[in-house]
């Protein structure tokens, strides 16, 4: 099983994944063929994506960048996606890539593009359906963890000093562990109109999420989560005896992880807590339409303003050279963390999961701190520039900052140069990969990386919407 420790770096410029499902580089005509496996190797195909791949090729001006689109939308699809039937519903675990395991946050995110084909493809929309099923189990099993095991198989983290199940992969408390099942149920719905996932484990299982953000708003005592892992990495582990650094109550939500599974400074997240709020009037809204449950819709919708309220009062905070902006964590005291991290959620990517807009101007304040030498983490190279982070380390970019960068932005030419530097960073694999060296593209971690590969392709999707023009162009 392979550890997010474990970088896979490759130098090699023709990096083919054989034994993780993805065949060996094979040169055609153009130069370019296709990466994806074949199909009696695809975990799993739709009619519906594999016609918007050929419809949205078509559009595609660059060789390389139709590539690259054809081996990355699917990625999901034809690699991670192990669907099946249970107790007479669908049931889908979704693995990472390269690692072995299903992630709330990634698995979400992952089948997250597809959600506007289900209408169309009655098959996929049993996969979503599949996923959502399988978040639920996870989600009773355990709200404090964030990752999962098909089935109780034990894992290389079952030593961590927190209270560990044999069906869990790894126990880190991250907020967005139980907003992206939120987000994913909501739009599944509502682009879909299937109610059939909303049945009794559901919503015990949003009851169990609202409970748990309760819990870690801390207003009584430290609650019942805490963790310790015997490791080098000091993002690994957490202070305090595994409760984190000290808080003030003011009706946030601590999160002792960050989305990019490493630990928070200051127990605060605030991109999180934004998403939180964005899922709590979610879950309101669900409560009232289908479970007509108006007292649970109450509790959502308060605890969601209780929320936005305490953000905006400690949140807001001042940068000495920009001024007002979000902070990135902060703690009640009014000590306040100036980074981003590049996994969403992100200061970067708010308007992306609905909190604010883009053209709010203390998103604009953030964005323009996240894109600039301010930023700790912000790197420029010979490969273009982009956000990085201590989780793979110094001098790398994570192309997710840069498709993060161009779904959030309302400037045609800043999205066409996100696209460029996209299409030059893939180490010539065809593939999106978690970071990559900014002056050595073919220096990368994680060949097997199915969430960065379909956030790609649902910005070139994006793109061909609204920008069709864009696809037209010639990147090299």
Known sequence: MVARRDFIRNSALLA???????PKTVLGWDGYSSQRPPLAKRKFTSDAVEKTITNVKKQIADNKLAWMFENCFPNTLDTTVNFKTMEGRPDTFVITGDINAMWLRDSSAQVW????????????EQMVAGVINRQVKCILIDPYANAFNDGPTGSEWEKDLTDMKPE????????????????????????????GVFD???????????????????KEDKGPYKFQRVTAWQSDTVPNSGYGSPMLPVGLIVSIFRP????????????????????????AEISTEIYKDAAFAKECAELADEVDRAIKAYAIVEHPYLGNMYGFEVDGFGNRLFIDDTNVPSLLSIPYLGYTTADDPLYQASRHFVWSSFHPWFYKGKYGDG??????????????SIIMRALTSQSKEEIAACIKTLRNTDGNTGFIHESYHK?????????????????FGELILKVSQEYPD???????
């Open 168 to 195: 869990l992969h790894e126990r880190k408390w991250e907020i967005d562990s139980l907003c992206y099942p939120v987000r994913l149920a909501y739009h599944y719905w509502k682009h879909g109109g299937d109610t």
């Open 113 to 124: 593009p597809y959600i506007p084909l289900i209408k169309e493809d009655k098959k996929l």
């Open 16 to 22: 083919g994944a054989v034994g993780l499902g993805m």
């Open 260 to 283: 990019s599974d490493d630990a928070t400074v200051f127990p605060f997240l605030i991109p999180s807590n934004m998403f939180a709020v964005v899922s709590l009037r979610q879950l």
């Open 470 to 476: 864009l696809l037209k162009r010639q990147y090299a």
């Open 200 to 218: 009794a484990k559901y919503k015990q299982s949003a009851r169990l999420i609202v409970k748990t953000f309760k819990e870690q708003q801390r």
């Open 387 to 400: 956000v990085g982070s201590p989780h793979t380390g110094v001098d790398y970019i994570w192309p997710m």
């Open 439 to 455: 002056d050595d593209p073919t220096k990368f971690t994680r060949k097997w990386f199915a969430w960065a590969c379909t956030l």
